[in-house]
């Protein structure tokens, strides 16, 4: 499948870029934080980066590695 490249912009991995298979628009992330990832969405922009065009992904926040952790979440 083909591969395109995407810049993170906010959280602790602002600035790092790296490849996704086309049609990706939401990235999870290593956090610095324990427990934690951090959430990427696709913005629709592009930006210059060596090597070329990259779609731009913007950080909306955190969420816990473990979905069944989150709050609310009910544990069977």
């Known amino acids: 499948m ?4 995407v810049v993170l912009r906010g959280g602790v991995r602002h ?5 996704v298979e086309n049609g990706v628009r939401r990235l ?3 956090s ?3 427990g934690l990832v ?3 969405e696709a913005n629709g922009e592009t930006e210059t980066v060596e090597g070329g065009d990259a779609l731009v992904f913007i950080h909306l926040g955190q969420e816990p590695s473990d979905p ?3 709050p609310g979440t009910a544990r069977t």
């Not at 083909?2 to 490249?5: G, H, I, R, S």
């Not at 600035?15 to 490849?19: I, K, L, P, V």
């Open 2 to 5: 083909a591969e395109e490249t």
């Open 15 to 19: 600035g790092e870029s790296t490849r």
């Open 28 to 30: 999870l992330a290593a």
């Open 32 to 34: 610095d934080a324990p």
């Open 38 to 40: 951090e959430v990427y």
């Open 68 to 70: 069944a952790s989150a």
